[in-house]
């Protein structure tokens, strides 16, 4: 049997295991760290280009944010910056376009009125539009028919920037930390291996076992676990993390037969509904055609489109008991609640999705027709919402397990790769604490934060 020893091994190749690993190689004194995929390639899953919205989540236009909450999202999202500026990424994998909150009729434009008088100190950048200056940047906002002589009736407005990165091809980027971490120092083993599963994970003495489906084993001083929704599973099967469970949300997308939108073009947030709104993006994958979505849909896997045991490991994952259909419980009684849930079902029917889909995002374009926009086949992916029996809820963001010693494991629903640098720099700081390595920390922040943030 194969056995090789690192002093950190990292489980998952999405762009969060990637992150950690670029930075551990980087900035840490660690001189033996492992990256381990079950697939074939790196970021397959989640973080593959067509598998999200492509959005660097800075929080100036996701009314689902506070002020807080904006704030440290803005510094994460300028390391995505700094990285893609420091390895000369822009406009290859990274780039800019306007984007915008949009308010549609007088609640929503006195909500976005005053959130950008609150928000703008800490955006500075950010500029109120009116209808007509909206009529000029995002024409089919405003009309209500594809000839554009007729205005919609509802009064509008948007809350946006101009001159800022706003996207990022994530897949490529995933690739991109993998390659700079390996690159980082030649005296350092910086192994990645692929068709690596791990099926268990062991805690013997000090040191960690990791056994893959293949039989390879490896052993670790450290282990961070960075498998999306299986994080909690390889967890569960520690006995960790016994009072989470883990809701599979499945978001598709509905893409354009053109370019409809000049940027990203997101609504405000319904605040009983735990999940992001509709929103419109140029897809840099798709030469500019304009995605519109995601949809939010329940399902039984941890993996869009694997199937297989993937159903299998969800049930065993959202670790059902009476906690947990209290929290599905408290969700479904309410009716605004209950019935997103149901439309977003609908939304998957061929043959009335589109019908159905075309009426919520006229909100966005009112002269959107059924014929300007298809189901995006193998779009989107699976985000692990997590479910705190304790609390008797649906925790938003991401979630972090660290009940073992020298072991993480995180879930990282959005904005998970936006926040990658920011989590990995968490990280990084636990495992050097723990392995008393020294970590680089002042490197760190010169090559990846802003000063004036804080």
């Not at 004194?29 to 800075?58: F, P, W």
């Not at 407005?157 to 390996?182: C, H, P």
């Not at 149901?342 to 589109?354: M, Q, W």
């Not at 889909?357 to 699976?382: N, Q, T, W």
Request: aromatic letters at 10%; charged letters at 25%; glycine letters at 8%.
């Amino acid at each position: 049997m194969n056995e090789k020893h690192y002093e950190v091994v990292i489980v998952g190749g999405g762009i969060s295991g990637a992150a950690l690993f670029y930075e551990l190689a980087k900035y840490s004194t660690a001189k033996n760290i492992c990256l381990l995929e079950k697939y074939e390639d790196l970021a397959t899953l989640n973080s593959k280009g067509t598998s999200n919205s492509q959005t660097i989540h800075v929080g100036d236009i996701e009314t689902n944010y506070t002020l807080s909450k904006a704030k440290i999202t803005k510094r994460t999202a300028k390391m995505i910056e700094k990285f893609c500026l420091q390895y000369n990424l822009q406009d290859k994998i990274m780039f800019k376009h306007q984007k915008m909150a949009l308010g549609v009729g007088e609640k929503e434009v006195e909500f976005i009125t005053k959130r950008y008088n609150e928000f703008k100190e800490v955006f500075p950048y950010l500029e109120l539009w009116d209808k007509e200056t909206l009529r000029e940047l995002e024409p089919k906002l405003v009309y209500a028919d594809k000839a554009q002589t007729k205005d919609r009736p509802e009064p509008i407005i948007a809350m946006g920037a101009k001159d800022q990165y706003t996207t990022v091809d994530f897949g490529a980027m995933t690739k991109e930390l993998a390659k700079a971490g390996q690159n980082a120092d030649s005296s350092k083993t910086t192994d990645i291996f692929f068709n690596s599963e791990v099926e268990d994970i062991e805690k013997i003495g000090d040191k960690y076992k990791l056994t893959t489906v293949n039989g390879t084993v490896y052993t670790a001083d450290f282990v961070v676990v960075n498998a999306g929704a299986h994080s909690l599973f390889l967890a569960h099967k520690m006995g960790y993390g016994k009072h989470m469970g883990s809701l599979s949300m499945a978001g598709s997308f509905y893409i354009t037969n053109g370019e409809f939108l000049n940027g990203k073009v997101y609504m405000v947030q319904n605040d009983k509904l735990p999940f992001a709104a509709l929103h419109g993006d140029p897809d840099i994958l798709e030469n500019g055609k304009t995605r519109f979505g995601p949809t939010a849909l329940a399902l039984l896997v941890l993996e869009r489109y694997k199937g297989g045991k993937s159903i299998f490991q969800c049930l065993k994952t959202m670790n059902i008991d009476g906690s947990i259909l209290k929290i599905f419980w408290d969700l479904l009684k309410d009716s605004e609640i209950r019935n997103y849930v149901f439309k977003n079902f609908l939304f998957e029917v061929p043959g009335i999705n589109k019908g159905l889909f075309v009426k919520d995002a006229r909100k966005i374009v009112p002269s959107l027709s059924v014929d300007d926009l298809e189901y995006a086949k193998g779009f989107g992916g699976v985000r692990p919402q997590v479910l705190n029996k304790t609390e008797k809820k649906l925790m938003l963001g991401e979630a972090s397990l660290s009940e073992g010693k020298g072991i993480i494991f995180n879930m990282t629903p959005s904005p998970g790769a936006t926040s990658c640098l920011g989590n990995a720099e968490r990280d990084i700081k636990v495992v050097c604490e723990y392995l008393n390595l020294e970590f680089d920390e002042a490197a760190f922040l010169a090559d990846l934060t802003d000063p004036e943030i804080a």
